[in-house]
């Protein structure tokens, strides 16, 4: 598996927690081998999520695999957690 992957997807907002909002994005694209996931994206992150992203607008997001076999499903930054318990950075998004 590539260490890095671009998708265009489609992003939902789902809820807000303590440090963040999660968002349901189905993935338009195939370079990624899984079709769905949540996303979450820290304080940081939601600001430039928001000025970028109108909901359910299609937009690119590109993301950095950061660690392997993570022992939690819901991250503590902005990307992902596949279904291989692989951690996903989020380090781009653009319409």
């Known amino acids: 598996m590539e260490n ?3 998708v265009k997807a489609q992003c939902t ?3 807000a927690i303590g440090y963040g909002n999660i968002y349901r994005c189905n993935f338009k694209s195939n370079e990624f081998e899984q079709r769905a996931c949540s996303i979450v994206l820290i304080e940081d992150d939601k600001q430039i ?8 607008e299609i937009v690119t997001l590109e993301f950095e695999k950061i660690a ?3 022992d939690y499903k819901r991250p503590t930054f902005s990307g ?3 279904d291989k318990m692989n951690a996903w950075k989020l380090t ?4």
Request: hydrophobic share 50%; net charge negative.
């Open 49 to 56: 999520f928001l000025e970028e992203h109108s909901s359910p």
């Open 68 to 70: 392997v076999m993570v």
């Open 80 to 82: 992902f957690v596949d």
């Open 4 to 6: 890095t992957i671009t």
């Open 92 to 95: 781009s998004i653009s319409l």
């Open 13 to 15: 907002f789902v809820s």
